[in-house]
């Protein structure tokens, strides 16, 4: 081969690429080739061009390249942002879910709370007038024993005034009689004064059974009107004893 022309294979092996780029070159840009021996061979004019062909070309592709790299970089920190800001979002959507639900959490507890409350003072309450009826109820129970007692006692005392006057009537009449006895005794006793003389014709002639009798009349009145007299004083501290001691609540229920 001359010097001066180069095949397309020598061409392709020094610009490390291979014949068909050097061809699609050639076939593009219209460069003037020579056959030489059944082989196409290129002048140092056309090597010229297509070296300069090929520099703007691999230029170009590595530009174009490069612009690839560039975007599909770009592209791929879009994707990282776009994917952070997702993620971002979404942590926030799932803070702001939580955050809501813990407020619901948190209202639905003071609303349990506040009912719960409200129903232990409605509890309260109603124990408290429960308590208030009891109270008033026993209350009115123990008036009415208390008035059922001083019915009692009035009963009572009134009873034991008519027995009183009933005893004073006894002891008056008694004390009549007595003294009725006793002064128709003093006016037998001058009537029937005795002499010396005939003082044992007297007594030997006196009934005997007669002053028995009346003597043991009169000691009979006198023990009835002392047994009246205890009776009565009895009767009258048992009375005083019955108003003065206080009665015992707990006394009304046994």
């Known amino acids: 081969m001359s010097k001066n022309v180069k095949t397309i294979k020598e061409l392709a092996d020094e610009l490390g690429t291979n014949k068909t780029r050097i061809s699609r070159i050639i076939n593009k840009n219209s460069i003037p ?12 004019n056309s090597v ?32 990282n942002e776009t994917q952070q800001q997702n993620e971002t979002q979404q942590q926030n959507e ?26 232990q003072q409605n509890e309260t309450q109603q124990q408290n007038e429960t ?24 009963s009572h ?22 003294e009725e006895y006793k002064a128709e005794n003093d006016s037998l006793k ?7 003389d005939t003082k044992e014709e007297q007594v030997n002639s006196q009934p005997k059974e007669e002053v028995k009798a009346l003597k043991f009349e009169i000691r009979a009145l006198q023990e009835e009107l002392n047994k009246q007299k205890i009776h009565s004083q009895e009767e009258r501290e048992k009375l005083k004893a019955e108003l003065t001691t206080p009665k015992k609540w707990y006394q009304f229920w046994k």
Do not use: C, G, W
């Open 33 to 44: 080739t020579q056959k030489i021996k059944n082989k196409i061979v290129l002048e140092d």
């Open 48 to 79: 010229s061009l297509i070296r300069q062909y090929f520099k703007n070309e691999t230029q170009q592709q590595n530009e174009t390249q490069q612009q690839n790299e560039t975007q599909q970089q770009n592209e791929t920190q879009q994707q």
């Open 94 to 119: 799932t803070q702001q879910q939580n955050e809501t639900q813990q407020q619901n959490e948190t209202q639905q507890q003071n609303e349990t709370q506040q009912q719960n409350e409200a129903q």
């Open 131 to 154: 308590q208030q009826q009891n109270e008033a109820q026993q209350q009115n129970e123990t008036v009415s024993i208390l008035r059922t007692e001083l019915d009692k006692a009035h």
């Open 157 to 178: 005392i009134e009873k034991l005034s008519n027995l009183l006057d009933q005893q004073q009537r006894l002891a008056l009449q008694d004390k009549k009689l007595l």
């Open 190 to 196: 001058p009537l029937k004064m005795p002499t010396a």
